[in-house]
Every structure is written in structure tokens, then in C-alpha cells.
């Protein structure tokens, strides 16, 4: 299956869907790693916080498919903020990834409330310039922290990995990051978590899906893509880390567009970064 890559502003490629790895354990993460390599994921994201990037590693070396052809993705959590502590947690993250380089490094939360977040950036830059992080981005950051980082360092993130869904669509963001040729990246795609369900129960997407033959899961996560979003669902079963590819082959109309667009919550749905993170 080709999965088609989106350009980032370094120039790299990151491939448009990827094998999300929270909450999964070392071990179920190494099966679902090596599973998805196998069906034919290349982008594995992956976080110091999730506590499995020895397995992600794992599942990687029994892929036994050449780094190079990966694009692996981890985030750095609050306690390697501030003060050159990122480097130390990329060190130890590369580590237990058993791999010489990320493709993508990103600060997991702003963390606002402990304006850290553009000094920890500085020290990106320096893991970027010295090859540890091919490229870094953010995560969970809005416009007002972003417009920090672009006032005050050299640096444009190549990535803003947010929540979105049908449900949460953070419009406004995803604008802000066009605008400045940050890449959108769509954490739990699905809805994720508790919400999964009522996301992919709900009769809006049941229909499209019965309609064009597809699955509720496939049907949202190809509104996603059709945006030129970047999704990373998660899945430990394999039929469904298949399905979780195969989205490529059919389109959503214009019709179909509107009727899920009826799903969307407004802007103040999802998490809120100000008062979240860690
Ligand atoms: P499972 O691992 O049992 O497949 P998100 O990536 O939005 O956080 O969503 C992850 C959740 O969605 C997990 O509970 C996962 O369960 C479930 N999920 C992943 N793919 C599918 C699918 N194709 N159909 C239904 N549920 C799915």
C-alpha cells in the first residue's frame, strides 16, 4: 500500500499516516509496531511520556526494515523543559529507541504556565543542528505560544501535533499553521479513548460508511486525510492496523464533507493546552 508523504519545511517527507503507540506498554508496543511495519506503516509516533519507546525500538529491529526507510517521531515531556534538559532526555529517548537520530522531535505540551517553552526550543535547535532531531516541531501549542517561538527563535516548527477529530476540529489552529507552513498533525483521530465510541457509533459517520463500503474508523480517518492532515491512529489489532492504512482508494464528497462537518463541537471542544500537559 503507498501511503503519500507531505513535505515538511525542512524539506523532509513525513508519511500522511502513522502508527499512533499511546497507551500501549513495552511489549504491546512492540507487537503493534512490528505488526504495522509489516502491513506497511513507515511513520511510528511515539513519546518519553508514553513510557514504550524501548518497545517502539523493539518492534523496529524485528521489523527488520532498514532505519532509514522509517520516520520515527518521539516528544519530550515537561521535566525535560527548560535549561538544556532536553538534551539529556533526547540522549536517554535515543537510547531506548536503540536508533542514532529521531525524524521528528517535538515539545509535548507548552506548559505555559511554566514559560519554559522557548528556552527548551533554543536547546531544539541545537539537537536539530547536531542531527539528533532531523526535524522539531511542537505539540498541543496554539497560536499565542506559537507566535512566541517564531518572535523569539531561528527555528520554525516543522510540526503542530494537536487533538482533532470530526468532533474538534480546531479550525482557527489549523489555519495559524498553514499560514506559517507548519504541517497539522491530528492526535487520537479516532476520538480516542472513551470517545471512540460515540465518534465512531455516531449516525452521521455510520451512514457515509454503509454508503461507500467502508468502515466508520476509515471514513474518519479519510476526513482527515482529504484535509492533508497528518493522522496517527493507534491500534493493537491487526485487521484494523490494515484498515487504519487503506484510506487512499475512496473519496468523500462534498456531501459527505457537510454532513460531518454537523459533527463539530466549536472551538472551545478537546483539550485545553493552557491548563493541561505535563
Ligand atoms: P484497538 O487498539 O483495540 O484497535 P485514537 O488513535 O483516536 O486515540 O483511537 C484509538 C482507539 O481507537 C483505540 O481504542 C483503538 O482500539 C480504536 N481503533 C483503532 N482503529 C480502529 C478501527 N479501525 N475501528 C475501530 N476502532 C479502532
Not at 1 to 19: E, F, H, K, R, W
Not at 125 to 141: P, Q
Not at 230 to 258: G, W
Amino acid at each position: 500500500m503507498s501511503i503519500p508523504a507531505i513535505t515538511l519545511n525542512t524539506g523532509a517527507t513525513i508519511p500522511q499516516v502513522g502508527l499512533g503507540t499511546w497507551p500501549l506498554d513495552d511489549a504491546q508496543a512492540a507487537d503493534a509496531v512490528a505488526a504495522g511495519i509489516e502491513v506497511g506503516y513507515r511513520h511510528i509516533d511515539t513519546a518519553t511520556k508514553y513510557g514504550n519507546e524501548s518497545g517502539v525500538g523493539e518492534g523496529i529491529r524485528r521489523s527488520g526494515i532498514a532505519r532509514e526507510e522509517l520516520f520515527v517521531t518521539t516528544k519530550l515531556d515537561g521535566q525535560f523543559q527548560g535549561e538544556d534538559r532536553a538534551i539529556e532526555g533526547m540522549r536517554a529517548a535515543l537510547e531506548r529507541l536503540g536508533t542514532s537520530y529521531v525524524d521528528l522531535l517535538l515539545i509535548h505540551w507548552p506548559l505555559p504556565q511554566r514559560d519554559e517553552y522557548v528556552s527548551t526550543w533554543r536547546t531544539f535547535e541545537k539537537l536539530h543542528t547536531d542531527g539528533l532531531a532531523r526535524a522539531i516541531g511542537v505539540s498541543n501549542f496554539k497560536s499565542a505560544h506559537l507566535t512566541r517561538l517564531l518572535a523569539e527563535t531561528d527555528v520554525v516548527p516543522a510540526v503542530n501535533q494537536i487533538q482533532i477529530d470530526p468532533a474538534i476540529t480546531r479550525l482557527e489552529q489549523r489555519a495559524y499553521d498553514d499560514a506559517h507552513g507548519i504541517v497539522t498533525q491530528s492526535w487520537s483521530p479516532l476520538g480516542g479513548g472513551s470517545g471512540v465510541r460515540s465518534l465512531l457509533g455516531s449516525p452521521v459517520i455510520v451512514e457515509v460508511a454503509e454508503r461507500l463500503g467502508r468502515t466508520p474508523a476509515q471514513i474518519v480517518l479519510r476526513w482527515h486525510v482529504q484535509q492533508g492532515l497528518v493522522v496517527i491512529p493507534k491500534s493493537s489489532d491487526p485487521a484494523r492496523l490494515a484498515q487504519n492504512l487503506d484510506l487512499f482508494s475512496f473519496e468523500l464528497s462534498p456531501d459527505d464533507m457537510a454532513s460531518i462537518a454537523t459533527l463539530d463541537e466549536g472551538p472551545d471542544a478537546g483539550v485545553d493546552s493552557d491548563s493541561t500537559g505535563h
